[in-house]
Structures are given as C-alpha cells and as structure tokens.
C-alpha cells in the first residue's frame, strides 16, 4: 500500500510540475503597455485595452497589459520588453507619452508590431518623426469631433460658450478650432443673426487639474457662458467642479465623461476601441498597415458623440446622424491649420470669437 501511494504522490508532484511549466511557459500574442493610469482609467489605457480584449475574446487570441514602474521612458521601453519576453506579437501602446519609447523600441524590435495611439514616433517636441514599418500610428480627426461638438452645443439652444484647451498642441488646436466652426455651421442653418453666437477661446498652459483653471472656468460661468468645451486632459475636471458649482455645463473630451460628473451634456470621442480592434485585425490577416499614420475619422468610425448618454435637451438623434454622414461623405471641409493661433484664421461671419490670454 504505501508503494502505491509513493507512486501516486510522485505523479501528481509530475503533473503539479508540468502544469506550472506550461503555466509558465503561456505565450499572450498581443499585449498592451499602460502609460501612467491604469487599465480601468476610463481614458486611453481602458479605451485602447477594450479594443484589444474585444478581438482577442473575439478570436480566442492569448492577451495582457503590463504596467510600467514608472513614468519614463526607460520604464516603457523595460515594460515593452517584459511583453516581448511573453511572447508579444503586437504591442498597443496608448497616449503621447509613448513617443520616445516606440520611437526607440520599434528599432530595437524590428520583429514585433506597435500600434502607437494619438501620437507619431519621435524624441521629443521639435525632434522629426520617424513611423518604421513595424509600426502604425493610429491618430484621429479631432477638428470632427470637436465640431461635432460645437454644433450640437449650438442646436440644443445654447448662446454663450466656452473653449479651454490643455496645451495647444496639434490634437488640442483641432477640437477647438473645430468647435468654433461647428458653431458657426449651427448659427447659419438655425437662422441666426452675427453675434448671438459667443465662444471664448482659450488655453489653460496644463493637462493636469488646477485651480486657475477652475477659478477661470467659474469666472466664465458667473459671466454668463453657458457651457464650456473641456479639451484638457484632467484639467477639465477642474472646469467640471466649476460648473457644478456655478450650475453651468460642460463637454467633455476624448472618452464618454458622462459619468464623471453630472455636469457633462456630451463628449467629443475618439474611437479607441474601434480603431485598435481594426489594426490588430489588420495585423492578424498580414494587412498591418506599418510605417503610416492611420487617421480615423467619421468615415472609420473614429470621432463622434456618445448620443445614448448624452444630455441634450433639443438636439436629436435623427440630427446627429444628418450631420455625422455629411462628415462621413467627405461634404463638410475643416481647418487643420496647427498652432496656438489657429483659430484667428477661421472664416467666421457668425460667430463672436473671444480669444483670452
């Protein structure tokens, strides 16, 4: 009896080992590196991941994130390899910050695919770019979005806005002079007289939440602007303590921000769970569109407005769906001049534009 039990023991201790070798040995072809936030950060990391996830469940494809020790690009490049050493195929990397690293490590990794989100490879502000074959960057038209933005703002009844962007780099300066042009599309369909429309215009010098930037919020709010466009990264969550104590609006950026905060009446999207589902898609059927900026539009599924949670009290689906397929069919032409600047250009007869600062 007891050799029988040795010889019982001894298998099961075989079938422990193997099973933790192949545990150990479990390759995830595609893999995701978070920037600073997390995976359920309700921004680019969960946007970008759910996309991911969707194919991979999807496709019964192995899949996971790494999280970076730290916020620098030596601890992205280290977490870029932690996903290569597990067998990563293709690795999703969401944000800006990214930049540097993939700009390095698609050099380095000749063999593995990126999928760079909302920004090109390069070293730095001022540095060129370089996109190597093994790489996409996935960018998205944020002029349509943020006009998307701007004329519903204008068809639900609103008069007096607001626009404050984070830094005006290039993504920032399209949602807002896209916003000012949707308002002004808005103001001639409706019929209405030059100056009933007003937007100030400004940058808060920031992505991160400030209390200048809720001090200048509130001040526009007590002046009478109803509600202001937020395209700040987290310092649209000072616009939204402003606007909750002042009773006024706000639109929210990038992801639906419903949620954050009950002040928010719509969001201008990008598509991140659409558009990474369609390049690893792509990849998986040898159609990685490597060494290209890849911008997603309307026309891709890639900007929009959340209707089903938006609080509109007049502007309708049936509305957005008029004017979104006109942006889709290529019939409504935005600027997308860069620059701090960018919005004196417009061609405005319409509109009071209030640049401030």
């Not at 509109?312 to 957005?320: G, L, M, R």
Request: glycine letters at 10%; a negative charge; hydrophobic letters at 50%.
């Amino acid at each position: 009896m007891k050799k029988y039990l040795a010889i019982a023991l001894a298998l099961v201790m075989i079938f422990t080992v193997v099973a933790c070798g192949r545990e150990e040995a479990e390759r995830f072809r595609l893999a995701l590196v978070t920037d600073y936030g997390t995976i359920d950060d309700g921004s680019f990391n969960q946007g970008s991941w759910e996309g991911l996830v969707a194919y991979a469940e999807a496709h019964d494809i192995s899949h996971r994130y790494y999280q970076p020790a730290e916020v620098s690009d030596a601890a992205y490049v280290e977490a870029i390899e932690l996903a290569i050493e597990g067998g990563a195929e293709l690795i999703v990397t969401p944000g800006f910050l990214f930049a540097a690293a993939v700009y390095e490590a698609q050099t380095l990794f000749p063999d593995i695919k990126f999928v760079l989100i909302d920004a090109q490879p390069n070293l730095g502000p001022g540095t060129d770019s370089f996109i190597a074959s093994n790489t996409v960057a996935v960018l998205y038209a944020e002029e349509q979005s943020g006009f998307l933005a701007g004329y519903a703002a204008v068809m639900d009844g609103h008069r007096e806005l607001g626009f404050i962007g984070g830094i005006p780099v290039p993504a920032v300066v399209f949602f807002g002079t896209g916003f000012v042009e949707g308002a002004e599309l808005a103001a001639s369909e409706l019929g209405l007289d030059a100056g009933e429309i007003s937007i100030r215009y400004a940058y808060a010098g920031t992505f991160s939440p400030s209390p200048d930037v809720q001090a200048m919020a509130a001040s526009w709010y007590n002046d009478g602007v109803e509600v202001i466009f937020a395209a700040a990264g987290g310092a649209g969550f000072s616009v939204m303590a402003a606007a909750e104590a002042a009773g006024g609006l706000v639109i929210g950026v990038d992801i639906d921000q419903s949620g954050a905060n009950p002040t928010v009446i719509t969001s201008a999207l990008k598509g991140l769970q659409a558009s990474v589902y369609s390049v690893i898609e792509d990849f998986m059927n040898d159609r990685f569109p490597g060494g290209q900026a890849k911008i997603f539009n309307a026309a891709l599924d890639g900007v929009g407005l959340p209707m089903n949670t938006s609080r509109f009290s007049n502007f309708t689906q049936a509305q957005y769906d008029v004017i979104f397929a006109r942006l889709a069919a290529g019939q409504i032409r935005l600027s997308t001049v860069t620059g701090a600047e960018a919005h004196l250009g417009l061609n405005l007869s319409l509109v009071d534009l209030i640049p401030i600062g």
